[in-house]
T-cell receptor, first 115, second 116 residues
Framework: AQTVTQSQPEMSVQEAETVTLSCTYDTSENNYYLFWYKQPPSRQMILVIRQEAYKQQNATENRFSVNFQKAAKSFSLKISDSQLGDTAMYFCALLLLGTASKLTFGTGTRLQVTL | NAGVTQTPKFRILKIGQSMTLQCAQDMNHNYMYWYRQDPGMGLKLIYYSVGAGITDKGEVPNGYNVSRSTTEDFPLRLELAAPSQTSVYFC???????????????FGDGTRLSIL
């Protein structure tokens, strides 16, 4: 069975600074996707970024980028120029291809952006 | 285009009562999912469906039932509610094919359920 581990329950960053959230995963499969979801206090689940495992190039979406290390099974999220609106829970998730797109989630990292 | 709509947003049940959480999507997605999120935890898959008439168990199915009579709707039924089912429930949908993962899951806003 696959697992996703987020070892940082809480993190804090000052506005305009950069922060990196860690995620490691375990699977014996070779074909999968990785995701970062954001859950603000409104409770919505918002897709931040995704990475296809077969792609070596790290995904980027505006201020959000990932560092995908397939051999190490590591998938960290970097948020640049942090904004107050980035305050949220962040979940890392793994999807194995051919499994009806079922997601396995980590336990989340609560990020607080301060002035 | 409303996306994924869940009703109700909040509900309090007494132990032993039953209820149905409603989920509807208008994106013509074939895959639908129910998750629960306990405090301080990630989401865990309860049930999922790859199309009308097809459902399957996820990681934590005990105490729940689902049906998928149409592409749009995927209700989750709780029979004999127990305090351990106090949680926030999320419905999600996506377009899936044999390869999987081509489209991200879209989530509803969640239902906060308390069993007292």
């Amino acid at each position: 069975a696959q697992t996703v581990t987020q070892s940082q329950p809480e993190m804090s960053v000052q506005e305009a600074e950069t922060v990196t959230l860690s995620c490691t995963y375990d699977t014996s499969e070779n074909n999968y996707y990785l995701f970062w979801y954001k859950q603000p206090p409104s409770r919505q689940m918002i897709l931040v970024i995704r990475q296809e495992a077969y792609k070596q190039q790290n995904a980027t979406e505006n201020r959000f980028s990932v560092n995908f290390q397939k051999a190490a099974k590591s998938f960290s999220l970097k948020i640049s120029d942090s904004q107050l609106g980035d305050t949220a829970m962040y979940f890392c998730a793994l999807l194995l291809l051919g499994t009806a797109s079922k997601l396995t989630f980590g336990t989340g990292t609560r990020l607080q952006v301060t002035l | 285009n409303a996306g994924v709509t869940q009703t109700p947003k909040f509900r309090i049940l007494k132990i032993g009562q039953s209820m149905t959480l409603q989920c509807a999507q208008d994106m013509n997605h074939n895959y639908m999912y129910w998750y629960r999120q306990d405090p301080g935890m990630g989401l865990k898959l309860i049930y999922y469906s790859v199309g009308a008439g097809i459902t399957d168990k996820g990681e934590v199915p005990n105490g729940y039932n689902v049906s998928r009579s149409t592409t749009e709707d995927f209700p989750l039924r709780l029979e004999l509610a127990a305090p351990s089912q106090t949680s926030v429930y999320f419905c999600a949908s996506s377009y899936g094919d044999r390869e999987g993962g081509n489209q991200p899951q879209h989530f509803g806003d969640g239902t906060r359920l308390s069993i007292l």
